[in-house]
């Protein structure tokens, strides 16, 4: 009973930052940009959480200053792949490499420090209710944080006239130009969003998941959360199965190797990855028309004036 | 303050809307050179110019896409500056875009409410989608995606939507290009309609006859000039075309002698399954084409063109070889190499992309399609020197003009890039020549050369199949005349028997049987 509540625990704390950098990265690709900057938005994220928390001790200033990191990081891909019209891969890819080394030069003066994590949810008596009752209401802010934010990036995309105009710039920006849409304007938005989503999930780590920093300690997050937006078909309600799935996955191959099954820890690693790849193949062969990926996505837009 | 020169009915009153000298510049290039055109309430004006003469240009400065570089534009007889499309909107400009501005993947409302200014609920503007749809006979589910509905359907959620905003002054860009004769009648009752009800509409078209039978003032562009202003009812098509062009436009002359000989492109019961999302299944298709004869191909783009093309080019490749014969041997599992090395060429529709690769040279070019049969690789390596001489055949043959000897492909203009590719084909002396839209975007003195050596080529003795949405251009050149339709070919007609309303019919999806369709309209 009590490993069940554990391994509930765990799961829910490892799928949170995925979540939430995902939940960001959906947002940015559904008005047509592909950033493949999540890891080293995530990272730089991290690095800047903690030095903000450790500097003033608190854990929501903590999280602020990885938002505003990871938004930062953000507007640098902004500037070269929407303002200079630069190859989104490229870009997205050099942003992670900046974000790598940018981290460790942050954080070298935090390494072996250490702050008193964020604090959980307490209730007297239902915390306390077996099985369900630290699941339910005995987690961080971030966890219930994680689940509002899709909740409202949902009906941002499907409920409000903006929502509809960012999927509009996602499909057809020469359209959304045409019918007098600022598409670049938007888009950036877009991706800072994508960028503060991103900085917040990697300030999760050293803030609530680990109450210390250690370079490179989102150790692949960021593109587990990229290929989370292609498994859950650029679908809110998709991300989070997906993001818990995803999780589920990780905590069970550390349990997987404590109980000594044989299988490669490698090998359960690389099931995300295994698992998109499926959704992919079976969601193209299901497909009656319409695309599932934003139509515009990774295209460059030059409006002419 | 300004001369009034035409002796309208409206003296006194200042026209709808007017510009004044109006140009856009592009770095060094002069788009819309100082032009000024004037628009009444309840006319319907049209634009007329080859492409390239500045006519998107200039309806885009209208509806505030692009600023000006000098001159003005008047609303009411008031200057006004546009900061965008929807200040036009707000003013009471409309715009039916030529490549439709709809986004495939959102529901018809989505698409118009992305049209409006937003200030009415979603469910109000329904509510009067589905009223205005109707009050215009223009009838439309709103629910459903784009990408599920035909092209005229797609024009009918641009109109609706422009129509939602009760424009005073609406803009049409080469509206029935892609409609069926008969489609194209509807909107010419809806526009009727509109004028009557006061509205203006500026109509570009270079359907002439459309020009003749619908506009009361045509004003014709040029070169970014405004050359002239008519009443094109005055006019002969003839005599716009002139105008248009600025000069005769040599007429082409079936050359004598033709005779049609053995069966050299053969299309038994041909079926293929889509490779796309939003692809067109074709579905036993069989015709017969000998040489010395021109086979043109009609019908509304979507119903299984680029895919017969693909499937006859070998870019598709069928199970069964004996789906498509080329000079008698069964060709439906051989490559396109393996087709070309039996005498065909293939021309396809986009000139950028898929007849050429953009940024490669057209010597370069040359070779792609012709390293096979052509004598340009010799034990695997290039013959530089027989690239060469390939495209200066094809340029001196066919007036291909080019600012160096070997630029790249995207350099040149529409019309002479595509002479070039007709061309480089020609030049293999095909048995079979396959070609799509041979002067879709072409101007009028390129579009005759094209024409002219196809007829040329099928005299020489080779079979040509030509697919066309321009009617007018496959009564001129082809012998017989099938229509596509949803993906089948019906059975090919003498082009003298070939009128405009029975391609209509079929382009439309009606049979020819005397018996009454029991098709339901517009549905």
New interface residues.
């Given amino acids: 009973m009590e490993l069940v509540e554990a391994i509930i625990l765990a799961v829910l704390a490892a799928s949170t930052p995925l979540l939430i950098a995902a939940t960001g990265e959906l947002v940015t690709e559904r008005s047509g940009v592909l950033n493949l900057g999540v890891e080293g938005m995530m990272i730089v994220g991290a690095a800047c959480g903690f030095a903000g928390a450790w500097l003033t001790g608190s854990i929501f200033i903590g999280a602020l200053f990885g938002i505003v990191a990871g938004t930062l990081m953000s507007l640098v891909f902004a500037l070269m792949a929407l303002g200079l019209a630069v190859n989104q891969v490229a870009t997205g890819l050099a942003l992670t490499i900046l974000g790598v080394g940018l981290s460790g030069l942050i954080g070298a003066g935090f390494v072996g420090e250490r702050i008193t994590p964020a604090m959980h949810l307490y209730i007297p008596s239902l915390t306390d209710m077996p099985l369900i009752g630290r699941v339910l209401f005995g987690e961080d802010a971030f966890v219930y944080f994680s689940i509002a934010l899709v909740i409202g990036v949902w009906w941002f995309l499907y409920r409000t006239?903006a929502g509809?105009?960012l999927?509009?710039c996602g499909?057809?920006h020469?359209?959304?130009?045409?019918?007098?849409?600022p598409v670049l304007r938007i888009r950036t938005f877009a991706v800072m969003f994508g960028g503060a989503c991103a900085g917040l999930a990697g300030a999760y780590l050293p803030l609530a998941y680990t109450p210390f920093f250690i370079p490179g300690m989102t150790a692949g997050r960021g593109w587990i959360a990229l290929a989370l937006v292609v498994f859950s078909s650029w679908r809110p309600g998709r991300l989070v199965v997906g993001a818990y799935l995803f999780g589920a996955v990780t905590i069970l191959q550390l349990h997987a190797q404590g109980w000594g099954v044989g299988i490669p820890s490698q090998f359960m690693s690389a099931l995300p990855y295994l698992a998109t790849v499926i959704v992919l193949v079976l969601l193209s062969r299901a497909?009656?028309?319409?695309?599932t990926a934003?139509?515009a996505l990774g295209t460059v837009f030059v409006p002419?004036? | 303050m300004l001369d009034q020169t035409s002796n309208d009915l409206h003296s006194g009153e200042p026209p709808l809307l007017q510009t004044i000298g109006l140009t856009k510049r592009y770095g060094d290039f002069l788009a819309n050179d100082s032009i000024s055109i004037e628009i009444q309430p309840k006319q319907i004006h049209a634009l007329l110019g080859e492409n390239g003469a500045g006519k998107s240009t200039l309806v885009k400065a209208i509806y505030g896409l692009i600023q000006p570089s000098a001159g003005e534009i008047r609303w009411r007889g008031q200057p006004i500056v546009l900061s965008g499309p929807s200040e036009a909107r707000s003013r009471g400009i409309g715009m039916v875009f030529q490549h439709f501005s709809l986004f495939d993947n959102l529901t018809v409302a989505e698409n118009v409410a992305l049209g409006l200014d937003g200030k009415e609920s979603f469910k109000d503007m329904s509510a009067r989608l589905e009223q205005v749809s109707k009050t215009y006979g223009l009838p439309l589910d709103p629910r459903r995606e784009v990408w599920q509905l035909s092209v005229g359907e797609r024009q009918r959620i641009e109109i609706v939507r422009a129509l939602m905003q009760d424009p005073k002054f609406l803009i049409l860009d080469e509206p029935t290009a892609v409609l069926t004769p008969q489609e194209a009648d509807q909107l010419f009752i809806v526009l009727e309609r509109l004028k009557a009800e006061g509205r203006a509409i500026l109509y570009i078209s270079h359907k002439l006859e459309e020009v003749k039978r619908l506009c009361d003032t045509a004003t014709i562009l040029r070169g970014g000039k405004k050359v002239d202003t008519c009443n094109p009812r005055l006019e002969t098509a003839a005599s716009l075309a002139r105008m248009m062009v600025g000069g005769e436009i040599k007429e082409v002359k079936a050359p004598a002698g033709r005779k049609t000989t053995v069966p050299r492109l053969v299309v038994n019961d041909l079926s293929l399954a889509p490779s796309e999302a939003h692809g067109v299944r074709l579905e036993h298709i069989s015709f017969e084409l000998k040489g010395g004869e021109i086979l043109g191909i009609a019908g509304v783009a979507g119903n299984g063109q680029d895919e017969l093309f693909a499937a006859l080019s070998g870019e598709r490749l069928s199970n069964d070889p004996g789906t498509v014969v080329i000079e008698g041997i069964a060709a439906g599992h051989l490559s396109i190499t393996q087709r070309r090395k039996l005498g065909a060429a293939f021309v396809p529709e986009e000139r950028l992309g898929h007849g050429t690769a953009p940024r490669m040279k057209l010597s370069e070019n040359a070779l792609l399609t012709g390293h096979a049969a052509s004598g340009m690789v010799h034990h695997g390596f290039i013959d530089t020197a027989a690239t060469l001489k390939t495209v200066d055949r094809a340029t001196e043959t066919f007036d291909v003009r080019k600012a160096k000897r070997d630029p790249e492909a995207a350099s040149l203009s529409g019309g002479n890039l595509q002479k070039f590719i007709v061309g480089r084909e020609i030049l293999r002396n095909p048995a079979v020549l396959v070609v799509s839209q041979p002067t879709w975007g072409v101007d009028a003195g390129a579009a005759a050369v094209i024409r002219q050596a196809l007829l040329d080529l099928a005299t020489a003795g080779a079979a040509v199949l030509v697919t066309s949405q321009d009617l007018d251009e496959l009564a001129e050149i082809a012998d017989r005349i099938a229509v596509m339709f949803h993906g089948r070919l019906s059975a090919p007609l003498a082009t003298s028997e070939a009128t405009r309303e029975k391609l209509g019919l079929l382009m439309g999806g009606s049979s020819l049987e005397p018996k009454e369709a029991e098709h339901a309209v517009g549905a």
Avoid: E, K, M, Q
């Fill in positions: 006239r509809l105009i999927r509009a499909d057809n020469v359209s959304a130009h045409a019918l007098g849409y497909r009656t028309g319409g695309s934003p139509a002419d004036r």
